[in-house]
């Protein structure tokens, strides 16, 4: 049987994880804090969407608070 193309007779250690000890592919710093914002910005862009559309159906339901 071959599970992820590794064989069962085989009896050493497969490590499925990259190299730690390679050099840095994935980026500068720069970039990978680019990727952590963009990513922060668009879940609190998706948040307030939500929020918005819910107090809109709420409104139409008629479930908002008078002022």
Do not use: H, K, Y
Not at 2 to 28: K, Y
């Amino acid at each position: 049987m071959v599970l992820l193309r590794i064989s069962r007779q085989n009896t050493g250690w497969v490590s499925l994880m990259n190299d730690t000890t390679s050099t840095n592919t994935s980026g500068t710093l720069l970039q990978r804090l680019g990727w952590l914002v963009l990513i922060w910005v668009c879940s609190i862009a998706s948040l307030g969407a939500v929020a918005g559309l819910m107090r809109l159906l709420m409104g139409f339901a008629g479930m908002t608070p008078s002022a």
